[in-house]
């Protein structure tokens, strides 16, 4: 059986040693106004409540189903069934395909005024390693959740070094 694994982009991202990780926080009313920042880029959502365990492991960590994804049930998620841990993937975000799928998962979703969120970017230079949702179809793994053309997935716990920014949203209103 063939893995797929998505194509590699040119975009350019700084190493981390160049700069700060975090961008300035973000404070959005719209899911408009963040999807500015996020076009062309592939990146894992986290709650910010979250964060320090996430540093303090260095890691973004594989959810092996002991902690409640802020995504709803994962339980039969394609990628955490991997090993995976899951990433949007913006970077076609103007094709119909992707458009067709994009409303059943915003990043978003956990977004609330008393919970922020944190947004990973992937750096460029690991995007060889980010395997297709495609595979879920090749596989006929149809009992299991995968966002097509929206969501990849990262074969190993993600070392925070490989990351190449942080962005820190919080909503104004519960709007999302």
């Not at 700084?14 to 106004?33: K, N, Q, V, Y």
């Not at 973004?60 to 991997?82: A, H, Y």
């Not at 990849?152 to 209103?173: F, K, Q, T």
Request: charged residues 20%.
């Amino acid at each position: 059986m063939a893995v797929v694994r998505l194509y590699t982009a040119n975009v350019v991202s700084l190493p981390l040693h160049t700069h700060s990780m975090d961008r300035p926080a973000l404070s959005i009313d719209t899911f408009g106004e963040l999807l500015p920042h996020l076009r062309g880029h592939v990146f894992h959502v986290s709650l910010a409540s979250s964060l320090p365990a996430i540093k303090a492991a260095d890691q973004l960590e594989v959810n092996d189903g002991r902690r409640e994804s802020p995504f709803g049930n994962t339980s039969n998620g394609f990628f955490r069934l991997k090993g995976c841990v899951s990433f949007f993937d913006y970077r076609d975000c103007d094709s119909p395909a992707w458009d067709e799928h994009a409303n059943k998962c915003f990043p978003t979703v956990p977004l609330r005024t008393e919970s922020q969120i944190v947004i990973f970017f992937l750096a460029d230079t690991e995007y060889g390693k980010l395997l297709s949702w495609e595979n879920w179809k090749i596989e006929e793994a149809w009992s299991q959740r995968v966002v097509p053309h929206v969501e990849c997935g990262y074969p190993s716990p993600v070392p925070l070094s490989v990351l190449s920014s942080r962005l820190h949203v919080r909503a104004n209103s519960n709007t999302f």
